[in-house]
């Protein structure tokens, strides 16, 4: 398929804890169902990085995984601009490898690929839970994802956050989640972070090929309900989809809680 539409998995093999492939394989299926011919090229640190890719996609790692990445990815200088290039997808410790520095396993700083003008530390304890952020500047729903982890992302004034922290740690400031800049979009939310935001795959998606028809998902819907409701109680989404005309309803009963009922 020499013109399929082509997403670069990045090191799945030391890159893909808490089953991040998931992102690789929602866009996938969310770029088929509109017609495209879709292909996955799984990627390892002994193989060049392809520089046809139309999106590229980094998971999360346990920090010696994080190490041999980093080396791999230093190690080939075309790689900053083949990822600067096209729509990226950096999740976790593919955030921190994606950054100008990060702490390696022993403490040490370590120099990034430096396509995100931020600074990851260390949290004195680490982030486990439940996550929910209201997109900065990006036409997206409420982001929802699950996060378990020790890094905290100090951005610059070239980066801007993913998002503005309704609940969870993030960013380790208590008012921000990942980061964007350029192509990149990165974040510490796993879930898969795509499955539970099938609008952010879009984004992706879009940024790619253009504008693309429409896909509901139901199912996604449902989850995405369930896990906002659980994370932040002082939601208040009805369980519409069981009922008739509960899609028209949901859209008017998922505001967000500084937005209740009656609220413009």
Known sequence: MADAFTIVHVYPDLLGTYGDRGNALVLARRAAARGLDTVVVDVTP?????????????????????????????????????????????????????????????????????????????????????????????????????????????????????????????????????????????????????????ALADLLLTRAVGSLPGYDDEAVERLRDERLCAADPRRRVRRAWSRPGGRARRAASSRSPAQPSGTP
């Open 46 to 198: 002994e193989d060049p990085l392809p520089t046809h890719g139309d999106v590229y996609v980094l998971g999360g790692g346990e920090d010696a995984a994080q190490a041999l990445a980093a080396r791999a990815l230093l190690a080939d200088d075309r790689v900053a601009g083949v990822l600067a290039g096209a729509p990226t997808l950096a999740v976790c410790a593919g955030l921190q490898l994606l950054a100008r520095s990060f702490l390696g396993p022993d403490g040490t700083r370590r120099t990034g690929l430096g396509l995100l003008d931020v600074t990851c530390d260390r949290l004195t304890t680490r982030a486990v839970g439940e996550v929910v952020t209201e997109p900065d500047g990006l036409d997206l729903p409420t982001l929802t994802g699950y996060e378990n982890h020790r890094g905290t992302a100090r951005l610059g004034p070239a980066a801007r956050p993913l998002g503005r922290l309704v609940t969870g740690t993030g960013n380790g400031d208590d008012r921000t989640e990942g980061a964007q800049e350029g192509s990149v979009v990165a974040t510490y939310l796993h879930g898969p972070v795509l499955v539970r935001n099938p």
